[in-house]
Nanobody
């Protein structure tokens, strides 16, 4: 059974950077499309980015495009989310999950499964 574990969150000042990791255990990630989502208090979960199994196709929410980069290292069974120029509005719990149909889309979180427990990102001075 695939399990995903997020790490790398923390407190960072506006304009700072973080790299989140989504590590898999129990199965391999090499054939899976993975998405990153975030949820701020009182708000719905929103898609941030996704990457297909080969890494050749990626997508980003308009709010993070140009600041965040998704990548994967299938040898390490890990997907990364590099976040730069962080803003207070990026504050949220960040989750990774597996797309059930192998399609890199972020508009339908219900099509993802194997959610991790999340990692908190707080952007504040």
């Amino acid at each position: 059974q695939l399990q995903l574990v997020e790490s790398g969150g923390g407190l960072v000042q506006p304009g700072g950077s973080l790299r989140l990791s989504c590590a898999a255990s129990g199965s391999t990630l090499y054939s899976e499309t993975i998405g990153w989502f975030r949820q701020a208090p009182g708000k719905e979960r929103e898609g941030v980015s996704c990457i297909n199994s080969s890494g050749g196709s990626t997508a980003y929410a308009s709010s993070v495009k140009g600041r965040f980069t998704i990548s994967r290292d299938n040898a390490k069974n890990t997907v990364y989310l590099e976040m730069h120029s962080l803003k207070p509005e990026d504050t949220a719990v960040y989750y990774c999950a597996r797309q059930m149909f192998g399609v890199c889309i972020m508009s339908r979180p219900e099509s993802y499964t194997n959610w991790g427990q999340g990692t908190q990102v707080t952007v504040s001075s």
